[in-house]
């Protein structure tokens, strides 16, 4: 059977306005004994994998994995492969947020095995990045995009998220014109929600921010869908698009470990 492992790091140079993920900003000091934690886990985990079995995915999300550096990746990587048996040809991902990244980093981690790449470029508009507190403009997604191809990934997915306060339907049809351009190997397509506890949640509570239009979200799913669809790409989730086949997917069912730390079944 081949099974997937997912880590999460915990770590953000700055929280989002609309998110409630598991995640910090503030705090890149404690990255350190952080990776040393999931060294350990590793280690404790892979003593109870089952003999016989391969890794087929690994999946790093956040947070913001690419705030780890190359050596860091490299020495979970290390424990990794001691503890774990994996299949030629795995699909190792990295979340990147595309304001923090650059090309000597992206090569190293190539160098290092990682073969895919997850950047969260959520809109192509200025103005909406600034609403959601990004921390990168479009002009970083562009050399993201880039560096990651000179580096050698030929294989990455874009995070979009559409339905937010103020949105147009033209604003959104560039932001999907744009990524389109960028021809990725996968798309998502998120509808933004209103977490309780976000400074999105407390803003629209008290008519600081407008509420989005479902009736405008739904217009905007179904306008993406059929660009998507149009530019060959095959819808084989709900938020979810990839040029010739689904990617390998962590399913949660094949997954060795389901609790509260660094190594568990993705949720979303
Ligand atoms: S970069 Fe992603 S995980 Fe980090 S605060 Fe923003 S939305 Fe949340």
């Known amino acids: 059977m081949n099974y997937s492992l997912y ?24 990255i350190p004994a952080y990776v040393e934690a999931l060294g ?12 016989g079995n391969q890794v087929h995915t690994i999946f790093f999300g956040g ?6 550096s190359p050596a860091q990746f490299d020495s979970i990587f290390r424990s990794i492969h001691k503890h774990f048996p994996l299949t030629n040809d795995a699909e190792i991902t990295i979340e990147a947020n595309p304001g923090t990244v650059h090309l000597e980093q992206l090569q190293a981690l190539y160098a ?27 002009f970083d997604v562009l050399d993201a995009v880039h560096w990651a191809r000179t580096a050698g990934f030929d294989n990455f997915n874009l995070d979009l998220i559409y339905g937010l306060p103020e949105q147009t339907l033209g604003t959104w ?8 351009g960028l021809h990725p190997d996968h798309i998502s397509a998120y509808a933004l929600t209103l977490e309780h506890g976000t400074p999105f ?8 921010l407008p509420l989005p239009d479902p009736d405008l ?8 869908s059929e660009a998507f669809d ?16 689904p990617p390998s997917i962590i399913a949660p069912q094949s997954s060795i470990v389901n609790h509260q730390s660094s190594i568990i079944n993705r949720k979303s």
Request: with cysteine; charged share 20%; aromatic share 14%.
């Open 7 to 30: 880590f999460h790091i915990p770590f953000c140079v700055h929280r989002c306005a609309y998110c409630d993920f598991n995640t910090y900003a503030g705090q890149e000091a404690s």
């Open 40 to 51: 350990r886990e590793v280690e404790f985990v892979g003593q109870n994998f089952p003999a």
């Open 63 to 68: 947070g913001t994995p690419s705030l780890l």
């Open 112 to 138: 290092i095995g990682i073969n895919r790449l997850s950047f969260g470029v959520q809109s192509a508009n200025g103005e909406e990045l600034r609403m959601l507190e990004r921390a990168h403009d479009f």
């Open 173 to 180: 049809q560039t932001t999907v014109e744009r990524i389109l």
């Open 201 to 208: 949640g407390r803003w629209t509570a008290r008519g600081l």
């Open 217 to 224: 979200a739904a217009e905007m799913y179904e306008w993406a």
């Open 230 to 245: 149009a530019a060959g790409y095959l819808q084989y989730e709900i938020s979810n698009w990839a040029l010739d086949h």
